[in-house]
């Protein structure tokens, strides 16, 4: 077949891993856009890409161009997935999908208006594991979901000094930890259990509601202290952590807890699925293992292997067993995944990777979870199909 | 020094327990009464001791008798402890110390007025490493304490089929997941950050309203499924799990989720308790071992080891590094530093072992998530010394 | 039953450790003998023991005692064996049962003829999951036995300023890491696998041919530097660590690595044993937990539960799931079935516990090892019952 | 820069992972090379990649391309090394670089004269947590090398009806698990320790004397039971398991244990590297989490984050701390080492890669494996320089 072209519009941590993941999916990177002309043309000469693009505007005006991949700061997803749409591109965006339900509920529209693939890098579904685990409900190995637990959480927002534009409501929004990392758990739960969150209940925490943000700004993830800089006190108004109480369509309860100030948790999400049958519990920073809880006999250690997985969970899993996948093979397989989507042309289906839709109800989601932590009281979640 | 007596009361599976961990703590059990005298007589032959006597009150007429251990079913510990407070004993009570806290704060009277050590078996605290943590927080190792969070988590109880006295509220009280082992979980790690748990909110699950009580009944701990007996329907009233949202009295937020229905884990306590300079981590049931959390520096696994631990988490254990201590260790350090106490003579400074007023403490707090439950919202927890 | 009466000699690191597994087994502790009267005496006194026996003599001179433990530095075994056996006590040794299998072939002749119980205190064979990986063996679960690997790792030793005497060659024996530790390890895996060691090839190390004696002397594990002493240079001759390649009596191969400067490995003993079906390993460090291999399955990890394991596990651990059992306890089930022989009277049959025969097998094995490392070449390892 | 442009030959199990990590390490796959213009043909169709060469010769002749990739038997790689080298193009060859010593020192010759990059794609040196591993030793953290053991085992030829091309000498050389996975090792802890292997005693097994071939030949790793096919029975000389002694150029003891044959055991390669300050271990089927061992202090274990590792480590870590890499990554690592090198127009001085003269230290060390085998006696390793 012909090899799809993409566009990656974002330079910062994410963009080069959509870049890397696109090369790996055989999907041709056809341009690298930054928030400028000269920053398109830097990451294009670092990347190895064409710099011929260097707007989202050139790069929707290109016919020959098939997909946008939106990995820029979240205020800019809705007008930039929009246009896109428009432009006739199949999009692929970071979540979240936009600032708020009303923007999200519109691109679920536009995206159907325009028959064009819309998917949300949940990319965290596409370790194998959490595609297994997704298999053992669906054939009900794991048995009636009882309970579902566990939490996201990391260390790199630990100290007041410690920043990143994520931190500033206008830029961010207005949930921090639960809309950067609580989102992924909470798509992956309900993708893993086969359940929808009907209610929550939420109480978050600023540990610092006043940070001090260098003279010129930090990368995410950018590690270790630098040298000193210069600081000026800026008030926080978003959450460092939070737990929120889950109720689930089946009655399933369960809990997430968040947290950017755990020291010594870099990227650690975990799960723990109890069913009437077996529990699931994996953990984001040994993707590679599964455990399987059982009663009545030995407890089970999966290892990651095309030979003892389901055949889904096989098919976005390329080593062997014994032979470590990580964060990168995630994007790898999602890609493989919404391109495959679309080289099969079937938009009507229910598509293998997260949509729009997705996107949408986990942004109500998000809105529900500050709107029961302002009240401090349960708020049932809308229904993302209303 | 003259060896300390003691009457262990009880002969279910937590009586035989403190037979072993008092013999370890060279204090000499004198006397086992089971229910009737006949019991008595049976279990005394079967661990090898003394069957003089066969009840409770001609253990309180012995004056040679120091102590007595309540490992009884919770709803007599209140009448028992005043007995033996009374007869001038020191009393080891197993948790909960009382049905409700009218009658535990009684109990906290009697045992000023009577001038006896009065303790409750929180066990796990005499995990070396547990005092390890605590020593961590009190040394400032660990900084200010923001997050406190964690579980309690066992599959004896997963099936409907799976029956105990504790299921039944009138035997166990109105709490069971809860009250058996949350409230150990409570007292941990209130114990480890030294801070007190001020406001609740809790959801609880029974995963089964009806359970089939087998005819004859069931031990705890009995494991795996024994022959099929004729069994009845019982409406169940307690929970089978439940989470709690907590807020500590120095700010710092957390969680508790309790199951006694999670298959493949037997009796797993977890915390993880985030400061602003490390984190603790600690699983009971791999309790040689804790994860410390960094920032800026490797983390690290601490293994118990009395040359690397501190002196207050030294003196509870006795084993060099490598050579595994357990779940019957705690027994013996819990007695031995009870019985260490009581051999100082000094009542009055804070003994180092879990007090009455712990115990009166944690049934408030019960009482508190209960009625959070119900009330489905935030609940403040009275103070204990008002 | 009435209760056996014994006697500890030896009051060091493993003295004590004898002293509480026999009362939790529910045999009283008669006496406990140092190397003085007057050590006798203190060691009866801090342990609560009836001081009315302060030398060996005493004891086998008191018909009332039963049995005595002999914990002693290993060049006493062979006369204390001896004497204790022919006063007609029940014998139990700590390893190595002799200093040269001239004296271990006649402490087998001995017991023999005395008739009397005489055990070598293999306690590791008593953690329940080594019982368990014995019934897989025998019981065809694992298959043919294929590959026996693994090891026994401490730090101890790993400076030249740390000093014990059985470091040398008068007092521990030509052998030291070998026959302190790795004869452990040989032990547990002809006991597990069924099978016996035929020939070895070993290649030992010793990483201070010179160490600094601190003037006054060491206790074993006595951990972390002490106040600086002086010292004075004494010649080492025994190994701190050594490979050994390993022949069965079925064709099945392994190796063994033995350490005491290895880094951070308090006391890690290790197996691997991989049959045509199934792959069990296994590690002291965390003993309540084996895993189990498989090739077309996902590995198990069986934690140990008496609702889990076969019978014959089952019947020496005493706690349930998720309540870990340690190192004290495999001291308590080795006694109890050390004792529970006794009291089935019958020293006819095969015993469950090691005996002075397996001692003496070991012994060989240290002896060919020796015999191999000197000669640099393949040893033959002589049948035990010649 | 513009992009280097390479060949990959072989479209076996590694072919195609050379493919993409070409790609990410933005190396341009100009051709892919099958046994016969078809099978390049399908392979560069499946791939994505331009058809137009379908033989090495064709490529050899194509000045536009840099570099040929050799991912064949073992038994081609002289020859295809050879004609490459003469055509003046930079070659990276798959292990073991040749049949034998005589081949790969002739290899060697030909590289230093042509005067290209040639190196060895010993992949597992560039998980990130092994550069660290290395660091640590020249930086001296480990302090003095003392001891340095482990293994690599695997399970897929467990059974007697698993069968590959490696299993036959004449197709994969004399020895086996030792020249397919031992090699890794050897080549990884000679790398870490900076120390070259000396000496070595070895014995080898072959579990399965005769096999069952199935007509019609097996991929490597094609996991579980296809369905049942007629099979031969064919004789096997290869081992599948064996044990080797090894000395150091320091000093240093150590020992390696490898298997093919050991259920559950995907492709598990595990090092303990101990040294007089501390010891590191590592796990390739957890290779984000390096085990540092203190004997003072607790132990660590350092999650692999380029913000926490040394400067050489970070150098090829792409994603932050708790972003899992794996295997696919250590293929991108070596090839942007390998073209950095070459971009760098630097051979002169000791690369960064694998090189040649490794690939023949490699050989060297093999065949005094297999003599040892063979004598079952100590073999001096030749020393490569020579």
Known sequence: MSRFRAAVVGTGFIGPVHVEGLRRANVEVAA??????????????RLGID?????????????????????TPNRHHFAQASAALRAGKHVLCEKPLAMNSAESAELVRLAAACGRAAGVAYNIRFYPLCHESASRVR???????????????????????????????ADGGELRAVAD??????????????????????????????????QGGVETFSGNAAPPRETEAVEIATE??????????????GCLWVSQTTAGRKNCLRFEIAGTAQTLAWNSEVPNTLWIG????????????????????????????????????TFKQLFRTFYGSIAAGDFATRPRFPTFADGHHEILLCEAILHSHREQRWIDVPSSTA
Request: with cysteine; net charge negative; charged share 25%.
């Open 294 to 329: 059982h009663r009545d006999q030995p407890n089970e250690v999966l290892i990651r292997d095309p030979a003892l997985i389901d055949p889904a969970a096989a098919a976005i899993s390329n080593y062997p067993g014994g032979h470590n996948e990580g964060f990168p093979d």
């Open 139 to 169: 054939n009900d190995s794991l048995g009636r979901v009882l309970h579902v637990t566990g939490g996201y959480v990391q260390d790199w927002l630990l100290r007041d000094t410690d920043f990143n534009w994520r931190v500033i409501t």
């Open 181 to 214: 990392i609580g989102t992924h758990w909470l798509d992956l739960v309900q993708f893993v259990s086969g359940h929808r969150i009907t209610a929550v209940c939420a109480d978050l925490q600023t540990v610092h509601p006043r940070r001090r943000r260098p």
């Open 240 to 253: 460092d952590a939070g737990c929120v109480m889950l109720r689930f369509d089946n009655g399933a309860r």
């Open 32 to 45: 690298i856009i930054g928030s400028s002309e000269e920053k398109s043309r830097q990451a294009a000469e």
């Open 51 to 71: 710099p011929r693009h260097g707007s989202l505007e050139s790069v929707l005006a290109d016919e020959s161009i098939d997909a946008v991949h939106l990995t």
